[in-house]
Protein backbone atom coordinates (compact mmCIF):
# COMPACT_ATOMS: atom_id res chain seq x y z
CA UNK A 1 0.00 0.00 0.00
CA UNK A 2 1.53 3.48 -0.99
CA UNK A 3 2.48 5.62 2.60
CA UNK A 4 1.83 8.67 -0.15
CA UNK A 5 0.09 11.87 2.30
CA UNK A 6 -1.41 14.68 0.89
CA UNK A 7 0.71 18.15 1.22
CA UNK A 8 -1.42 19.73 3.53
CA UNK A 9 -1.43 16.68 5.89
CA UNK A 10 2.57 16.45 5.37
CA UNK A 11 3.24 20.07 6.09
CA UNK A 12 0.72 20.18 9.20
CA UNK A 13 2.40 21.99 11.65
CA UNK A 14 3.97 20.00 14.93
CA UNK A 15 4.90 22.72 17.22
CA UNK A 16 3.82 26.44 18.00
CA UNK A 17 6.47 27.59 15.91
CA UNK A 18 5.65 26.12 12.83
CA UNK A 19 1.89 27.51 13.14
CA UNK A 20 1.77 30.47 10.05
CA UNK A 21 -0.11 33.46 10.77
CA UNK A 22 -1.31 33.32 14.28
CA UNK A 23 1.95 34.57 16.34
CA UNK A 24 -0.51 35.76 18.84
CA UNK A 25 -1.84 32.83 19.99
CA UNK A 26 0.68 30.59 19.92
CA UNK A 27 2.77 32.86 21.67
CA UNK A 28 0.34 32.37 24.94
CA UNK A 29 -0.18 28.63 24.59
CA UNK A 30 3.57 28.44 24.55
CA UNK A 31 3.97 30.40 27.80
CA UNK A 32 0.74 28.43 29.40
CA UNK A 33 2.40 25.31 28.49
CA UNK A 34 6.40 26.79 29.43
CA UNK A 35 5.11 28.09 32.88
CA UNK A 36 1.81 25.40 33.79
CA UNK A 37 -0.54 27.76 33.93
CA UNK A 38 -2.72 25.53 31.59
CA UNK A 39 -6.66 25.92 31.65
CA UNK A 40 -8.90 23.52 31.94
CA UNK A 41 -10.96 24.23 28.64
CA UNK A 42 -9.88 26.36 25.08
CA UNK A 43 -12.32 27.14 22.53
CA UNK A 44 -10.51 28.16 19.25
CA UNK A 45 -12.93 30.30 16.98
CA UNK A 46 -11.97 31.00 13.17
CA UNK A 47 -12.54 30.39 9.79
CA UNK A 48 -11.62 27.04 7.88
CA UNK A 49 -7.88 25.78 7.09
CA UNK A 50 -6.32 28.88 9.85
CA UNK A 51 -4.79 26.94 12.49
CA UNK A 52 -7.79 25.75 14.85
CA UNK A 53 -7.02 21.77 14.86
CA UNK A 54 -3.51 21.62 14.27
CA UNK A 55 -3.19 24.03 17.34
CA UNK A 56 -5.51 21.65 19.25
CA UNK A 57 -3.34 18.71 18.44
CA UNK A 58 -0.16 20.99 19.40
CA UNK A 59 -1.41 21.81 22.65
CA UNK A 60 -2.27 18.18 23.37
CA UNK A 61 1.28 17.17 22.75
CA UNK A 62 2.71 19.74 24.77
CA UNK A 63 1.25 18.91 27.91
CA UNK A 64 1.66 15.78 27.78
CA UNK A 65 5.75 15.89 26.61
CA UNK A 66 8.46 14.29 28.54
CA UNK A 67 10.96 17.14 27.02
CA UNK A 68 9.38 20.37 26.36
CA UNK A 69 11.42 22.57 24.03
CA UNK A 70 10.20 26.46 25.20
CA UNK A 71 6.81 25.43 25.36
CA UNK A 72 7.00 23.56 22.18
CA UNK A 73 6.50 19.75 22.20
CA UNK A 74 10.10 17.69 21.15
CA UNK A 75 7.63 15.26 19.04
CA UNK A 76 10.51 12.58 19.97
CA UNK A 77 9.35 11.69 23.13
CA UNK A 78 7.21 8.37 23.45
CA UNK A 79 4.09 10.48 24.13
CA UNK A 80 4.54 13.13 21.37
CA UNK A 81 5.21 10.14 19.21
CA UNK A 82 1.88 8.01 20.20
CA UNK A 83 -0.03 10.76 20.05
CA UNK A 84 1.49 11.73 16.57
CA UNK A 85 0.40 8.39 15.54
CA UNK A 86 -2.86 8.22 16.71
CA UNK A 87 -2.82 5.76 19.10
CA UNK A 88 -2.66 7.71 22.13
CA UNK A 89 -6.02 6.41 24.44
CA UNK A 90 -5.76 9.73 26.57
CA UNK A 91 -6.02 11.70 23.58
CA UNK A 92 -9.66 11.60 22.08
CA UNK A 93 -10.66 13.95 18.73
CA UNK A 94 -14.63 13.99 18.08
CA UNK A 95 -16.37 15.55 15.65
CA UNK A 96 -19.55 17.08 17.15
CA UNK A 97 -20.99 17.09 13.41
CA UNK A 98 -21.79 13.43 13.90
CA UNK A 99 -21.17 12.81 17.81
CA UNK A 100 -23.90 15.54 19.01
CA UNK A 101 -26.00 13.99 21.13
CA UNK A 102 -26.40 13.98 25.07
CA UNK A 103 -25.37 10.42 25.04
CA UNK A 104 -22.08 11.12 23.66
CA UNK A 105 -21.96 13.76 26.57
CA UNK A 106 -22.36 11.20 28.86
CA UNK A 107 -19.69 8.98 27.62
CA UNK A 108 -17.25 11.60 28.45
CA UNK A 109 -18.42 12.18 31.93
CA UNK A 110 -18.02 8.16 32.21
CA UNK A 111 -14.39 8.20 31.01
CA UNK A 112 -12.99 11.15 32.94
CA UNK A 113 -14.01 9.71 36.29
CA UNK A 114 -11.05 7.26 35.04
CA UNK A 115 -7.35 9.12 35.56
CA UNK A 116 -5.20 8.98 32.19
CA UNK A 117 -4.20 5.39 31.54
CA UNK A 118 -0.60 6.14 29.54
CA UNK A 119 -0.05 10.16 29.62
CA UNK A 120 -0.14 13.00 32.17
CA UNK A 121 -3.42 14.09 30.68
CA UNK A 122 -6.48 13.09 29.22
CA UNK A 123 -7.33 15.88 26.58
CA UNK A 124 -10.63 15.92 24.67
CA UNK A 125 -10.61 17.76 20.46
CA UNK A 126 -13.97 18.10 20.20
CA UNK A 127 -14.01 19.61 16.50
CA UNK A 128 -17.19 21.91 14.83
CA UNK A 129 -18.53 22.18 18.72
CA UNK A 130 -21.46 24.17 17.64
CA UNK A 131 -22.98 21.64 15.98
CA UNK A 132 -23.95 19.99 19.18
CA UNK A 133 -27.64 19.43 20.23
CA UNK A 134 -29.18 21.76 23.16
CA UNK A 135 -29.19 18.97 25.37
CA UNK A 136 -25.69 18.31 25.24
CA UNK A 137 -24.60 21.45 25.72
CA UNK A 138 -26.66 21.57 29.14
CA UNK A 139 -24.74 17.98 29.84
CA UNK A 140 -21.47 19.43 29.24
CA UNK A 141 -22.02 22.87 31.66
CA UNK A 142 -20.79 21.42 34.85
CA UNK A 143 -18.21 18.87 33.36
CA UNK A 144 -17.17 22.07 31.60
CA UNK A 145 -16.78 24.24 34.22
CA UNK A 146 -14.86 21.74 37.03
CA UNK A 147 -13.38 19.21 35.29
CA UNK A 148 -10.76 17.10 37.31
CA UNK A 149 -7.29 17.97 37.10
CA UNK A 150 -6.00 15.94 34.77
CA UNK A 151 -8.75 16.72 31.62
CA UNK A 152 -8.22 19.13 29.52
CA UNK A 153 -11.36 19.85 26.77
CA UNK A 154 -10.45 22.22 23.42
CA UNK A 155 -13.07 22.92 21.42
CA UNK A 156 -12.96 24.01 17.85
CA UNK A 157 -15.57 25.82 15.76
CA UNK A 158 -16.14 28.10 12.74
CA UNK A 159 -19.50 29.47 13.72
CA UNK A 160 -18.39 30.91 17.22
CA UNK A 161 -22.15 32.78 17.42
CA UNK A 162 -24.26 29.80 17.40
CA UNK A 163 -22.41 28.51 20.88
CA UNK A 164 -24.53 29.49 24.03
CA UNK A 165 -22.50 32.23 25.85
CA UNK A 166 -22.62 29.19 29.08
CA UNK A 167 -20.66 27.45 26.95
CA UNK A 168 -18.19 30.51 26.01
CA UNK A 169 -17.63 31.79 29.65
CA UNK A 170 -16.30 28.27 31.22
CA UNK A 171 -13.20 28.54 28.10
CA UNK A 172 -10.27 30.39 27.17
CA UNK A 173 -11.38 31.63 23.45
CA UNK A 174 -8.59 32.40 20.78
CA UNK A 175 -9.67 34.06 17.51
CA UNK A 176 -7.68 32.66 14.59
CA UNK A 177 -7.55 35.08 12.17
CA UNK A 178 -7.72 34.70 8.22
CA UNK A 179 -4.17 34.50 7.53
CA UNK A 180 -2.72 37.19 4.93
CA UNK A 181 -2.01 36.92 1.37
CA UNK A 182 2.18 37.44 1.97
CA UNK A 183 2.34 34.87 4.64
CA UNK A 184 0.37 32.23 2.27
CA UNK A 185 2.95 33.13 -1.00
CA UNK A 186 5.55 32.54 1.32
CA UNK A 187 4.53 29.43 3.08
CA UNK A 188 3.50 28.12 -0.63
CA UNK A 189 7.17 28.70 -1.78
CA UNK A 190 8.85 26.76 0.84
CA UNK A 191 6.75 24.18 0.12
CA UNK A 192 7.12 24.23 -3.04
CA UNK A 193 11.27 24.27 -2.96
CA UNK A 194 11.24 21.31 -0.52
CA UNK A 195 8.73 19.51 -3.37
CA UNK A 196 10.75 20.52 -5.91
CA UNK A 197 8.01 22.25 -7.62
CA UNK A 198 7.90 25.41 -9.65
CA UNK A 199 5.53 28.00 -9.07
CA UNK A 200 6.03 31.83 -10.11
CA UNK A 201 4.76 34.63 -7.74
CA UNK A 202 1.72 35.86 -9.30
CA UNK A 203 0.78 31.97 -9.60
CA UNK A 204 1.22 31.56 -5.39
CA UNK A 205 -0.53 35.27 -4.93
CA UNK A 206 -3.52 33.86 -6.94
CA UNK A 207 -3.78 30.48 -5.07
CA UNK A 208 -3.53 32.32 -1.67
CA UNK A 209 -6.40 34.50 -2.60
CA UNK A 210 -8.53 31.67 -3.95
CA UNK A 211 -7.98 30.30 -0.86
CA UNK A 212 -9.47 33.46 1.60
CA UNK A 213 -6.91 33.03 4.19
CA UNK A 214 -7.24 29.24 4.59
CA UNK A 215 -3.72 27.95 4.76
CA UNK A 216 -5.03 23.84 4.18
CA UNK A 217 -7.33 25.38 1.14
CA UNK A 218 -4.24 27.03 -0.36
CA UNK A 219 -1.94 23.66 0.37
CA UNK A 220 -4.55 21.88 -1.09
CA UNK A 221 -5.06 24.08 -4.43
CA UNK A 222 -1.19 23.93 -4.83
CA UNK A 223 -1.03 20.20 -4.95
CA UNK A 224 -3.58 20.11 -7.42
CA UNK A 225 -2.07 22.17 -9.86
CA UNK A 226 0.85 20.43 -9.60
CA UNK A 227 -0.61 17.47 -10.85
CA UNK A 228 -0.33 18.94 -14.27
CA UNK A 229 3.63 18.06 -13.83
CA UNK A 230 5.03 21.74 -15.18
CA UNK A 231 5.81 24.75 -13.47
CA UNK A 232 2.67 26.63 -12.19
CA UNK A 233 1.66 29.65 -13.80
CA UNK A 234 -1.04 32.03 -13.05
CA UNK A 235 -2.75 30.34 -16.35
CA UNK A 236 -2.45 27.07 -14.84
CA UNK A 237 -4.21 28.10 -11.66
CA UNK A 238 -6.76 29.58 -13.81
CA UNK A 239 -7.60 26.60 -15.80
CA UNK A 240 -7.45 24.11 -12.95
CA UNK A 241 -9.35 25.98 -10.45
CA UNK A 242 -12.21 27.99 -12.64
CA UNK A 243 -12.44 31.25 -11.01
CA UNK A 244 -10.10 33.73 -9.83
CA UNK A 245 -9.01 35.19 -12.97
CA UNK A 246 -10.42 38.43 -13.48
CA UNK A 247 -9.69 39.21 -16.72
CA UNK A 248 -13.18 38.46 -17.50
CA UNK A 249 -14.85 40.61 -15.03
CA UNK A 250 -12.48 43.24 -16.00
CA UNK A 251 -14.14 43.30 -19.39
CA UNK A 252 -17.86 42.98 -18.51
CA UNK A 253 -17.12 46.01 -16.42
CA UNK A 254 -15.49 47.87 -18.74
CA UNK A 255 -18.62 47.00 -21.51
CA UNK A 256 -20.45 48.05 -19.12
CA UNK A 257 -19.47 51.36 -18.70
CA UNK A 258 -19.05 51.95 -22.62
CA UNK A 259 -22.86 50.96 -22.67
CA UNK A 260 -21.64 47.52 -24.41
CA UNK A 261 -24.52 45.44 -25.07
CA UNK A 262 -22.87 42.77 -27.52
CA UNK A 263 -19.48 42.30 -25.37
CA UNK A 264 -21.08 42.11 -22.12
CA UNK A 265 -23.73 39.07 -23.44
CA UNK A 266 -20.41 37.66 -25.44
CA UNK A 267 -18.80 37.35 -22.29
CA UNK A 268 -21.33 36.00 -20.41
CA UNK A 269 -21.91 33.39 -23.00
CA UNK A 270 -18.42 32.14 -23.62
CA UNK A 271 -18.17 32.13 -19.35
CA UNK A 272 -21.40 29.40 -19.51
CA UNK A 273 -19.91 27.58 -22.65
CA UNK A 274 -17.07 26.70 -20.44
CA UNK A 275 -19.36 25.21 -17.67
CA UNK A 276 -18.38 28.55 -15.63
CA UNK A 277 -20.84 29.10 -12.64
CA UNK A 278 -22.19 31.66 -13.11
CA UNK A 279 -22.89 32.70 -9.29
CA UNK A 280 -18.92 32.59 -8.72
CA UNK A 281 -18.07 34.66 -11.77
CA UNK A 282 -20.79 37.12 -10.14
CA UNK A 283 -19.03 36.54 -7.08
CA UNK A 284 -15.62 37.78 -9.04
CA UNK A 285 -17.25 40.74 -10.85
CA UNK A 286 -18.46 42.43 -7.18
CA UNK A 287 -14.68 41.77 -5.63
CA UNK A 288 -13.73 43.74 -8.65
CA UNK A 289 -16.23 46.52 -7.76
CA UNK A 290 -15.02 47.07 -3.75
CA UNK A 291 -11.41 46.97 -5.46
CA UNK A 292 -12.35 49.77 -7.76
CA UNK A 293 -14.18 51.67 -4.86
CA UNK A 294 -10.62 51.01 -2.98
CA UNK A 295 -8.52 52.46 -5.76
CA UNK A 296 -10.47 55.47 -5.94
CA UNK A 297 -11.08 56.15 -2.35
CA UNK A 298 -7.80 55.58 -0.78
CA UNK A 299 -4.19 56.13 -2.03
CA UNK A 300 -3.03 53.48 -0.06
CA UNK A 301 -4.97 51.17 -2.25
CA UNK A 302 -1.82 48.32 -2.65
CA UNK A 303 -1.70 47.68 0.81
CA UNK A 304 -5.73 46.82 0.53
CA UNK A 305 -5.82 44.48 -2.50
CA UNK A 306 -4.74 41.16 -3.26
CA UNK A 307 -4.00 41.74 -6.66
CA UNK A 308 -0.86 41.22 -9.39
CA UNK A 309 0.96 43.89 -10.90
CA UNK A 310 -1.27 43.62 -14.04
CA UNK A 311 -4.26 43.06 -12.10
CA UNK A 312 -3.44 46.03 -10.38
CA UNK A 313 -2.44 48.32 -13.91
CA UNK A 314 -5.50 46.83 -15.14
CA UNK A 315 -7.86 48.11 -12.57
CA UNK A 316 -6.52 51.37 -11.96
CA UNK A 317 -7.03 52.13 -16.06
CA UNK A 318 -10.89 51.07 -15.55
CA UNK A 319 -11.27 52.94 -12.21
CA UNK A 320 -10.28 56.32 -13.93
CA UNK A 321 -13.56 56.12 -15.56
CA UNK A 322 -16.11 55.47 -13.35
CA UNK A 323 -17.35 58.12 -10.52
CA UNK A 324 -18.83 56.63 -7.25
CA UNK A 325 -22.41 57.42 -7.96
CA UNK A 326 -21.77 55.16 -10.70
CA UNK A 327 -20.20 52.54 -8.80
CA UNK A 328 -23.00 52.55 -5.99
CA UNK A 329 -25.83 51.93 -8.81
CA UNK A 330 -23.63 49.21 -10.17
CA UNK A 331 -23.39 47.66 -6.73
CA UNK A 332 -26.52 47.61 -5.34
CA UNK A 333 -27.80 45.70 -8.42
CA UNK A 334 -24.91 43.23 -8.29
CA UNK A 335 -26.18 42.94 -4.37
CA UNK A 336 -29.84 42.30 -5.13
CA UNK A 337 -29.06 40.13 -8.56
CA UNK A 338 -26.52 38.12 -6.17
CA UNK A 339 -29.85 37.37 -3.57
CA UNK A 340 -32.29 36.41 -6.44
CA UNK A 341 -29.65 34.10 -7.92
CA UNK A 342 -29.68 32.13 -4.71
CA UNK A 343 -33.26 32.15 -4.65
CA UNK A 344 -33.88 30.58 -8.39
CA UNK A 345 -30.85 28.44 -8.92
CA UNK A 346 -31.68 27.45 -12.70
CA UNK A 347 -32.22 30.80 -14.18
CA UNK A 348 -28.67 32.41 -12.69
CA UNK A 349 -27.71 33.49 -16.57
CA UNK A 350 -30.93 34.85 -16.78
CA UNK A 351 -30.22 36.91 -14.14
CA UNK A 352 -27.71 38.30 -14.68
CA UNK A 353 -27.74 39.31 -17.80
CA UNK A 354 -31.25 41.13 -17.18
CA UNK A 355 -28.97 42.90 -14.29
CA UNK A 356 -25.82 43.62 -16.07
CA UNK A 357 -28.47 45.12 -18.79
CA UNK A 358 -29.66 47.42 -16.33
CA UNK A 359 -26.86 48.64 -15.07
CA UNK A 360 -25.42 49.57 -18.86
CA UNK A 361 -28.32 52.34 -18.95
CA UNK A 362 -29.96 53.84 -15.56
CA UNK A 363 -32.66 54.64 -17.59
CA UNK A 364 -34.14 51.51 -17.62
CA UNK A 365 -34.11 51.81 -13.35
CA UNK A 366 -36.25 54.13 -11.36
CA UNK A 367 -34.31 53.30 -8.16
CA UNK A 368 -32.95 56.01 -6.22
CA UNK A 369 -29.33 54.74 -6.84
CA UNK A 370 -30.41 55.24 -10.97
CA UNK A 371 -32.00 58.53 -10.42
CA UNK A 372 -28.77 59.81 -8.15
CA UNK A 373 -26.34 58.46 -11.08
CA UNK A 374 -28.53 60.46 -14.00
CA UNK A 375 -28.77 63.92 -12.01
CA UNK A 376 -24.59 63.22 -11.46
CA UNK A 377 -24.53 62.81 -15.05
CA UNK A 378 -26.97 65.59 -16.10
CA UNK A 379 -24.60 68.02 -14.15
CA UNK A 380 -21.58 67.34 -15.82
CA UNK A 381 -23.59 67.78 -19.18
CA UNK A 382 -24.53 71.47 -18.04
CA UNK A 383 -21.31 72.11 -16.88
CA UNK A 384 -19.59 71.28 -19.87
CA UNK A 385 -22.15 72.83 -21.84
CA UNK A 386 -21.98 76.23 -19.50
CA UNK A 387 -18.38 76.44 -20.95
CA UNK A 388 -19.18 75.00 -24.41
CA UNK A 389 -18.59 77.81 -27.23
CA UNK A 390 -21.66 76.46 -29.60
CA UNK A 391 -24.05 79.19 -29.79
CA UNK A 392 -26.91 76.71 -30.78
CA UNK A 393 -26.43 74.98 -26.97
CA UNK A 394 -26.11 77.71 -24.50
CA UNK A 395 -26.67 77.31 -21.31
CA UNK A 396 -29.64 79.41 -20.90
CA UNK A 397 -31.43 77.10 -23.85
CA UNK A 398 -30.56 73.94 -21.54
CA UNK A 399 -32.50 75.25 -18.78
CA UNK A 400 -35.17 76.69 -20.56
CA UNK A 401 -35.83 72.93 -21.94
CA UNK A 402 -35.25 71.45 -18.73
CA UNK A 403 -38.09 73.61 -17.17
CA UNK A 404 -40.19 72.53 -19.97
CA UNK A 405 -39.50 68.66 -19.27
CA UNK A 406 -39.95 68.84 -15.73
CA UNK A 407 -43.90 68.67 -15.93
CA UNK A 408 -43.85 65.99 -18.68
CA UNK A 409 -44.88 62.33 -18.28
CA UNK A 410 -42.94 59.38 -20.41
CA UNK A 411 -46.81 58.61 -21.82
CA UNK A 412 -47.34 61.80 -23.14
CA UNK A 413 -46.34 64.02 -26.05
CA UNK A 414 -43.04 65.56 -25.61
CA UNK A 415 -42.57 68.97 -25.67
CA UNK A 416 -41.03 70.12 -28.58
CA UNK A 417 -37.44 71.41 -27.27
CA UNK A 418 -36.30 72.90 -30.85
CA UNK A 419 -39.61 75.45 -31.14
CA UNK A 420 -39.31 75.79 -27.48
CA UNK A 421 -35.80 76.81 -27.90
CA UNK A 422 -36.94 79.83 -30.15
CA UNK A 423 -39.88 80.90 -28.24
CA UNK A 424 -39.97 82.93 -25.40
CA UNK A 425 -40.17 80.73 -22.65
CA UNK A 426 -40.90 81.39 -18.65
CA UNK A 427 -38.31 81.21 -16.24
CA UNK A 428 -37.86 78.46 -13.90
CA UNK A 429 -40.02 80.54 -11.21
CA UNK A 430 -42.82 81.20 -13.66
CA UNK A 431 -42.86 77.31 -14.58
CA UNK A 432 -44.69 76.55 -10.72
CA UNK A 433 -47.83 77.38 -10.95
CA UNK A 434 -47.64 80.10 -7.59
CA UNK A 435 -51.88 80.16 -7.57
CA UNK A 436 -52.79 76.81 -6.30
CA UNK A 437 -53.77 77.91 -3.17
CA UNK A 438 -56.42 79.92 -4.52
CA UNK A 439 -57.40 76.61 -6.22
CA UNK A 440 -57.54 74.34 -3.25
CA UNK A 441 -59.83 76.53 -1.45
CA UNK A 442 -62.41 77.29 -4.14
CA UNK A 443 -62.21 73.19 -4.18
CA UNK A 444 -62.70 72.68 -0.25
CA UNK A 445 -65.90 74.40 -1.09
CA UNK A 446 -67.16 72.01 -3.43
CA UNK A 447 -65.56 68.57 -2.79
CA UNK A 448 -63.33 68.70 0.92
CA UNK A 449 -62.23 65.25 0.41
CA UNK A 450 -60.41 66.37 -3.27
CA UNK A 451 -59.06 69.30 -1.54
CA UNK A 452 -57.27 67.57 1.02
CA UNK A 453 -55.56 65.05 -1.58
CA UNK A 454 -54.46 67.86 -3.57
CA UNK A 455 -53.13 70.19 -0.55
CA UNK A 456 -49.48 68.69 -1.07
CA UNK A 457 -49.02 68.54 -4.82
CA UNK A 458 -46.46 69.73 -6.79
CA UNK A 459 -47.85 71.92 -9.41
CA UNK A 460 -46.44 73.02 -12.72
CA UNK A 461 -47.78 75.10 -16.00
CA UNK A 462 -46.42 76.06 -19.56
CA UNK A 463 -47.44 78.29 -22.06
CA UNK A 464 -50.17 75.86 -23.72
CA UNK A 465 -52.55 75.81 -20.62
CA UNK A 466 -51.57 72.36 -19.54
CA UNK A 467 -51.13 71.74 -15.83
CA UNK A 468 -49.68 69.06 -14.24
CA UNK A 469 -49.66 67.55 -11.18
CA UNK A 470 -47.44 65.50 -8.93
CA UNK A 471 -49.10 63.64 -6.15
CA UNK A 472 -48.52 60.56 -3.90
CA UNK A 473 -49.39 57.96 -6.09
CA UNK A 474 -52.24 56.41 -3.95
CA UNK A 475 -53.78 59.70 -4.57
CA UNK A 476 -52.68 60.45 -8.61
CA UNK A 477 -54.24 56.70 -9.39
CA UNK A 478 -56.95 57.79 -7.57
CA UNK A 479 -57.54 61.37 -9.31
CA UNK A 480 -56.88 60.34 -12.69
CA UNK A 481 -59.24 57.57 -13.00
CA UNK A 482 -62.12 59.85 -11.30
CA UNK A 483 -63.90 61.66 -14.07
CA UNK A 484 -65.61 63.52 -11.65
CA UNK A 485 -62.47 64.84 -9.80
CA UNK A 486 -60.99 66.07 -13.29
CA UNK A 487 -63.88 67.62 -14.10
CA UNK A 488 -63.84 69.85 -10.85
CA UNK A 489 -60.22 70.38 -10.68
CA UNK A 490 -60.36 71.73 -15.09
CA UNK A 491 -63.37 73.94 -14.01
CA UNK A 492 -61.58 75.27 -10.69
CA UNK A 493 -58.62 76.45 -12.90
CA UNK A 494 -60.52 77.91 -15.61
CA UNK A 495 -62.26 79.88 -13.36
CA UNK A 496 -59.31 81.26 -11.37
CA UNK A 497 -57.59 81.92 -14.48
CA UNK A 498 -60.05 82.91 -16.15
CA UNK A 499 -60.13 80.63 -19.29
CA UNK A 500 -62.14 78.38 -20.68
CA UNK A 501 -62.05 74.73 -18.53
CA UNK A 502 -62.29 73.16 -21.60
CA UNK A 503 -59.27 74.26 -23.03
CA UNK A 504 -57.43 73.37 -19.53
CA UNK A 505 -55.02 70.28 -20.26
CA UNK A 506 -54.53 68.22 -17.10
CA UNK A 507 -51.79 65.48 -16.59
CA UNK A 508 -52.18 63.73 -12.78
CA UNK A 509 -48.97 61.72 -12.10
CA UNK A 510 -47.45 60.12 -8.80
CA UNK A 511 -43.93 61.66 -7.97
CA UNK A 512 -41.95 58.89 -8.57
CA UNK A 513 -43.10 58.34 -12.19
CA UNK A 514 -43.18 62.27 -12.36
CA UNK A 515 -39.38 62.52 -11.50
CA UNK A 516 -38.44 59.51 -13.67
CA UNK A 517 -40.14 60.76 -17.01
CA UNK A 518 -38.73 64.46 -15.67
CA UNK A 519 -34.75 62.94 -16.10
CA UNK A 520 -35.76 61.47 -19.59
CA UNK A 521 -37.08 64.41 -21.04
CA UNK A 522 -34.05 66.55 -19.97
CA UNK A 523 -31.69 63.81 -21.08
CA UNK A 524 -33.15 63.91 -24.11
CA UNK A 525 -32.79 67.65 -24.15
CA UNK A 526 -29.44 67.02 -23.57
CA UNK A 527 -28.84 65.00 -26.53
Known sequence: ?????????????????????????????????????????????????????????????????????????CNECEACRSIDSGIATDVIEMDAASNNGI?????????????????????????????????????LLKTLEEPPSYVIFILATTEYNKLPTTIVSRCQRFDFKRISVDIIVNHLKRVADAEGIEITDDAARVIARVSRGGMRDAISLFELCAGARKKIDEE????????????????????????????????????????????VFWQEIIDSYRDIMIVKNSDKAKKYLDLTESEYETLSRIASKFTMSRLSYHVSILESAMADMQRAFNSKRSIAEIALTRMCDPRLDNTPEALALRIEELEKELARLKYSSTPARNTEQI???????????????KVDNTSAASEAQPSRADAVYSDWGAVIEKIGAIKPALSAAIAAASVYRNSKNEFTLRLAEIFAKKISSSEQDLAILKGVIGECEGIDPSTVKLNVLSKNQSMSSAFSDIENALK
Not at 39 to 58: E, P, Q, V
Not at 399 to 413: H, I, R, W
Open 1 to 73: MSDYRALYRKWRPRTFDDVCGQDGITDILKYEVANSKLSHAYLFCGSRGTGKTSCAKILAKAVNCLNLQNGNP
Open 103 to 139: SDVRDIQDDIAFTPAELKYRVYIIDEVHMMSSSAFNA
Open 236 to 279: LVFETVGSGNRDDAYGIIEAVGKADFSTVYEIVNEMVMRSGDVS
Open 399 to 413: TEAKVQALPSSANED
